[in-house]
């Protein structure tokens, strides 16, 4: 039983590169989210999708891109890291009303 | 964002009880969550509470929920070391156009407890 799968767990990039952080769920779930996780700000809310070719910003979107193709993928994409976006990224992903499951954890070092 | 605010650390001696709490802001919440992270890892479900229930109990733990107030608190009677984690109060908001649940995270409370 995968649930939610991010990879890669842990990644080093220099200032001005791009990445895409992968999630995906076996569970069905319409929706899908990220979160970062930073010391002392609790989890914050960057892009989440409800469904298959819809999303939508979360509280912190700027210079994170994604994209749902299918139900069980949601990628976020950092198109030219910078050292705030070093954080711990997290992939949820829930049925429309219900509890969230989360991935692992993605660790993100930007120098 | 909603205001979900918890203290940051707590610690608590083996075999006492922990009292873990968290206020939130919005009263249209239609359940309130309780994450455990241990170390390195993501976030476990541990308990839940609808939003028109006051108290819930699960074995070693214990949801109390104050409406009035916007309080929410999470007890864990007999508290072991194996408890030691970050605990995270969360809500669900239902969004006005009906595309399933907002969650929003408070800071999470590192729970540390002394042999």
Redesign the interface.
């Known amino acids: 039983n995968a649930g939610?799968t991010q990879t890669p767990k842990f990644q080093v990039l220099k200032t001005g590169q791009s990445m895409t952080l992968q999630c995906a769920q076996d569970m069905n779930h319409?929706?899908m989210?990220w979160?970062r996780q930073d010391p002392?700000?609790?989890?914050?809310?960057i892009h989440?999708s409800?469904g298959a070719g819809i999303t939508d910003q979360g509280?912190v979107p700027n210079g994170y891109n994604v994209s749902r193709s299918t139900t069980e993928d949601f990628p976020l994409r950092l198109l030219s890291a910078a050292p705030s976006q070093t954080s711990v990224y997290?992939c949820?992903s829930?049925p429309?009303?219900?509890?969230?499951?989360?991935?692992?954890?993605s660790r993100l070092t930007v120098l | 964002g909603e205001d979900v605010e918890q203290s940051l650390f707590l610690s608590v001696r083996e075999g006492d009880s922990s009292v873990i709490n968290c206020t939130y802001t919005d009263s249209s919440s239609t359940y309130l969550y309780w994450y455990k992270q241990e170390p390195g890892a993501g976030l476990q479900l541990l308990t839940y509470i609808f939003s028109n229930m006051d108290m819930k109990q699960d074995q070693r733990l214990t949801v109390l929920l104050n409406k009035k107030d916007k309080h929410l608190s999470l007890r864990i009677a007999d508290t072991q070391t194996g408890d030691s984690a970050i605990y995270f109060c969360a809500e669900s908001i239902p969004p006005p156009r009906n595309t399933g649940n907002q969650f929003y995270f408070g800071t999470g409370t590192s729970l540390t407890v002394i042999p």
């Open positions: 939610v319409e929706y989210s979160y002392g700000m609790g989890l914050r809310l989440y409800v509280e997290f949820a829930s429309l009303f219900g509890e969230l499951f989360f991935g692992e954890g």
